[in-house]
């Protein structure tokens, strides 16, 4: 079907590329055929949001939102994230935006809208909402009885997919890396410290990046970088990369396999 819009950029799904993401709406999801909720699959939190198309972060909005000017009347909001890139950023398509939260509602996901002006303008709103065209795939007709599964093939110009930890964010806000951890996990003071002062629990975790230390060994298994984290109990700054469930001996990585940066 061709494009009855003009200059609409060539959107790609906002998910690092070769992940599959499904894309849902549901009957109230005003307007319920052109809004997209989306799903990375295998990942529930904390993947990273790209920016499906070169533009202009103009706006900060709740719950967890920004929206991108891509010029020509276009435009493109990400909502619920847990993390965003400042306001005034000049992005590539690829580009790190945010990181995929539940801000706002009860469950975890990524909100997505392709807007349009006609004859241009600096601000899009609801009433601008289009069927998308992603990939090459559209105008899509969103069904709340007919999800779709695609496989994202987003990344920069270059070939490259932006993390969180090589853009700056303003205001000083620390980057968070979500890791899986198999067990409540003691948190301790400092790296020297051996009583713990907190525990970080099972499940989808935050850290801020990694710091090599004292080992840490059951049996056959050890890990030697510590992490830091904020508890859920107690007080204490520094995790054993030990717990990642994901990863093994003397690794230290998020759960989409980057190497957690050294704090």
């Known amino acids: 079907m061709a494009d009855p819009l003009p200059h609409r950029p060539a959107f ?52 967890g939102g920004i929206e991108i000017n891509h010029g020509n009347g276009w435009f493109t909001t990400y909502m619920h994230m847990s993390n965003r890139i400042a306001v005034n950023t000049q992005v590539r398509r690829g580009d790190w935006v945010g990181t995929m939260g539940s801000v706002g509602v009860d469950y975890p996901h990524l909100h997505h809208e392709q807007l349009f002006v006609p004859g241009g303008g600096s601000n899009a709103d609801n009433g601008n909402i ?10 899509i007709n969103m069904d709340p009885d007919n999800p779709i599964i695609m496989v994202s093939t987003n990344a920069t110009p270059d070939g490259h997919v932006v993390a969180a930890a090589e853009v700056g964010h303003g205001g000083g806000v620390p980057v968070k890396f979500f890791v899986d951890t198999f067990a409540d996990a003691p948190v301790f003071p400092s790296l020297t410290d051996l009583h713990a002062t907190g525990t970080l629990k099972k499940g989808t975790n935050y850290v801020f990046g990694k710091h090599r230390g004292r080992v840490t060994k059951v049996g056959p298994n050890f890990n030697h970088f510590w992490m830091k984290t904020d508890p859920d109990i107690g007080t204490g700054v520094w995790v054993s990369a030990y717990y990642l469930s994901r990863w093994g001996n003397d690794e230290a990585k998020d759960n989409n396999g980057r190497v957690l940066p050294d704090v």
């Open 130 to 139: 289009v069927n998308p065209l992603i990939q090459g795939r559209g105008p």
């Open 12 to 63: 790609l799904l906002p998910f690092p590329k070769g992940t599959t993401i499904h894309l849902q709406t549901y009957r109230g999801h005003n307007p319920d055929d052109k809004k997209v909720d989306m799903y990375r699959e295998g990942m529930k939190i904390g993947s990273d949001i790209l920016a499906s198309a070169a533009g202009l972060v103009h706006e900060h909005f709740d719950p």
